[in-house]
């Protein structure tokens, strides 16, 4: 007989016999909100005063165990009972209490279950702590905890890594006791029972001891200082689990004192505005729509990038067709497809199994006509309207009715093209980013008669590549290579005006940027821009200062990067660690600056990143202003996944809002005194300026 009581509207206890079996039901994720935290305090609080039951099992309802604390509330004021004071509580208990896992157990709900005193595990359940990734640390005792349980090393790499550890590896390591089969419910009620007969044993964790692991403390605070010095959560972790070595009150205590440091920081600010944004843009109404059914996709064009496409798709298990005009272009795609497959076995991204059913997948194809019977077609041929037109054509006659028509196209019109076929609404950009196999951006642009199931599409097949998909508007350059268009100019005046590339580069880094502009330059090949530069020569505005002198002059040497050994920097075998500047580089900066008279002004890292960053907020804000982006979290998200913009400052336009619109108004008029058809301050920014309005407002009303 059972009989099941509402605690409050996300806990209720069911009593079975001389057991209570404790669940959460708080969809989608069970997050510990303040009604779980409340509910679960309350149950543990009423079973000990009762007395009634002899072992307590909690378990949730739904996909999955406690995804953590609820993140919505960390910009309110704290609720009580905090998730630490609860789980003080369930550790207390003088009735053996269990958890039992399934889907995920993610930070605050791993927490939670260290702080019972069993913890079994159903198969396929990882568990983790990823507060890392919100700029924050294991605040509800994980740090004191876990490595009571498995030791320091592990703890320290779990809190580290953010990494999801599947149950094997958490048995093993200590950080559960048993994994078990079944639905969660009923194995609570089994191992509650269970605990009853004795042939479960339980303890509590914090009577353990947590021995002192000075190498991998050591180790990993010399790991932290060479890759994560600007971080602040990580180093704070470190010094958390070194505690976890002393008393358990203590410990917990200075994690606490050093999660409410974390909670002020403007990093967990970015990252946590990073955590929603990347939900929040396919949370649109274009996005919702029921999509068309994909199977087989056709790319056309073997370069890097279509490979790249191809092998993403082949990874999340489609089928695809490989086409190319000639022999030996379909065997390098192939061979960079297979490349591309042994290098996601190697970084254990896919099973060798899966590499070998993936290439079981990929059909090559020599010419238009293979692509007949593919749902859809993903053009990646280069940009050349010409080109692209006379594809579309064809395309439009060969593939079947309802095919989707992509273009890979980076900055090309989607109306021009869509309109040399009669099916324009069948036609949509996919702006995939190079390596398109790893990059996570995927720009969906929407042409003037684009139906809404063919954009649905493109949602659809970005979750499925797990890919961000953020909507974009026709335009030149789209939304990230457009205003990478304006604020590239930049790095090029700083060093025309003064600076040297490797300062802007140093200055850049510090910021947060994984490489500045000119190594990342290097990296891409100097005469992608070198080609646009030219092919744009004619439709230069001449009142704007021309900032490809110094660039220009490198590709003229032959010189086009990593790929030709030099570029700003000097490369023995395509390496650059550490990078070397090319000396000749100075001597062309100085005869550019002689030939057009620049008296060279120095620049501090403070005032590169300003000028910098303030160029990109100019036309992000423009973007967001003309529909291009529709909001600008858009924007944020298409850096952040695009762009290599540091992660933790949340994006362009939300470090935009850490400075405010009125400075930067003023900013862009005191750099206007030099250069006024460069500097404008957008209509939008001077609003924002004048109403005290942000970029946060504008995402609000959305
Ligand atoms: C923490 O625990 C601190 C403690 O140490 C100390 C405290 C004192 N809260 O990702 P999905 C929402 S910090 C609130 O699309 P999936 C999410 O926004 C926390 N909301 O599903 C989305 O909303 P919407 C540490 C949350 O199946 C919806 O749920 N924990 C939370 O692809 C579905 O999410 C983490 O960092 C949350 N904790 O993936 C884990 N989690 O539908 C964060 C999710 O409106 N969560 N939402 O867009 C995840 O990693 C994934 O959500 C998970 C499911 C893997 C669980």
Not at 639 to 658: E, I, K, Q, S
Request: with cysteine.
């Amino acid at each position: 007989m059972s009989d099941i009581k509402k605690v409050n509207d996300q806990i209720s206890i069911e009593s079975v016999g001389d057991v209570a079996l404790v669940c959460i039901n708080f969809p989608p994720v069970n997050a510990a909100g303040i009604g779980v935290r409340e509910g679960l305090s309350k149950a543990i609080e009423t079973l000990n005063a009762e007395g009634r039951v002899k072992a307590i099992a909690i378990y949730a309802a739904g996909r999955t165990f406690v995804a953590g604390a609820d993140i919505t509330e960390f910009d309110k004021p704290l609720m009580q009972p905090s998730l630490p004071e609860t789980l003080n509580t369930i550790e207390a208990s003088r009735i053996p209490v269990i958890c039992v896992l399934h889907g995920t157990a993610l930070g605050g709900g791993l927490e939670l279950a260290l702080a019972a005193h069993g913890r079994i595990a159903l198969e396929g359940t990882r568990i983790g702590l990823p507060e890392v990734f919100l700029g924050l640390l294991p605040g509800a005792g994980g740090t004191q905890r876990l490595p009571r349980l498995t030791g320091m090393a592990f703890a320290l790499d779990v809190a580290l890594s953010g990494r999801q550890v599947y149950a094997k590896e958490a048995l093993d390591q200590g950080a559960i006791d048993r994994i078990a089969s079944g639905d969660p419910r009923d194995v609570a009620l089994s191992a509650a029972q269970e605990v009853v007969a004795g042939t479960l044993a339980t303890r509590r964790t914090c009577d353990l001891d947590s021995e002192l692991d000075q190498a991998a403390i050591d180790g990993t605070r010399a790991m932290l200082k060479k890759k994560q010095a600007h971080l602040v959560s990580p180093h704070l972790i470190v010094d958390a689990v070194e505690q976890s070595a002393g008393d358990f009150d203590a410990g917990l205590k200075f994690e606490s004192d050093s999660f409410m440091a974390c909670l002020d920081t403007p990093q967990r600010a970015g990252l946590i505005h990073a955590f929603f944004g990347e939900r929040a843009v396919s949370n649109i109404a274009e996005a919702k729509g029921a999509p068309r059914d994909i199977a087989k996709i056709g790319v056309i064009g073997g370069g890097t990038m279509g490979s790249g496409i191809a092998t993403s798709c082949l990874i999340a298990g489609y089928t695809v067709r490989l086409i190319e005009v000639a022999q030996e272009g379909l065997d390098r795609g192939m061979a960079t497809i297979t490349k591309n497959l042994e290098g996601a076995v190697r970084r254990s991204k896919m099973s060798a199994e899966a590499r070998d059913a993936a290439l079981g997948r990929l059909h090559p194809a020599l010419g238009l006509d293979a692509l007949a019977d593919v749902d859809l077609v993903i053009e990646a041929v280069f940009e050349q309207m010409e080109v692209k037109k006379d594809i579309f054509g064809k395309l439009d006659t060969i593939c079947k009715k309802g095919a989707i028509l992509a273009s890979n196209t980076s900055y090309l019109d989607i109306n021009e093209i869509a309109d040399c076929t009669a099916r324009p609404g069948d036609v949509i950009g996919l702006h995939f980013f190079s390596p398109a196999h790893v990059m996570r951006l995927l720009e969906i642009v929407q042409g003037a008669k684009t139906d809404a199931d063919v954009l649905a599409t493109g949602f659809a097949l970005a979750k499925k590549l797990k890919k961000v998909g953020v909507l974009a508007q026709v335009c030149d350059g789209f939304i990230g290579n457009r205003i990478l268009a304006h604020y590239s100019k930049m790095a090029s005046y700083l060093v025309l005006d003064g600076a040297s590339p490797q300062e802007v580069d140093t200055a850049l880094e510090e910021f947060g940027f994984a490489m500045g502009p000119h190594k990342v330059g290097d990296l891409a090949g100097l005469d992608i821009g070198w080609m646009t530069r030219k092919r744009k020569a004619g439709t230069r505005d001449p009142r704007e200062r021309y900032a490809g002198d110094l660039a220009d002059r490198i590709c003229e040497q032959g010189w086009f990067g990593r790929k030709t050994g030099k570029g700003y920097y000097l490369y023995d075998d395509g390496a650059a660690v550490p990078p070397v500047p090319n000396e000749a580089v100075a001597g062309f900066i100085d005869a550019i600056r002689a030939e057009k008279g620049i008296t060279p002004k120095t620049f501090s890292n403070q005032e590169i990143v300003d000028r910098y960053m303030t160029a990109m907020i100019v036309e992000a804000t423009r973007v967001v202003a003309d529909g291009t982006a529709k909001r600008p979290v858009d924007i944020d998200m298409v850096f952040l996944f695009g762009y290599g913009f540091p992660r933790f400052r949340g994006g362009p336009l939300h470090y935009a809002d850490t400075i405010g619109a009125a400075e930067l108004v003023s900013r862009i008029e005191t750099y206007a005194k030099d250069d006024e058809d460069y500097w404008q301050v957008p209509d939008l920014l001077r609003k924002m300026a004048a109403d005290g309005t942000s970029f946060a407002d504008l995402n609000k009303e959305g």
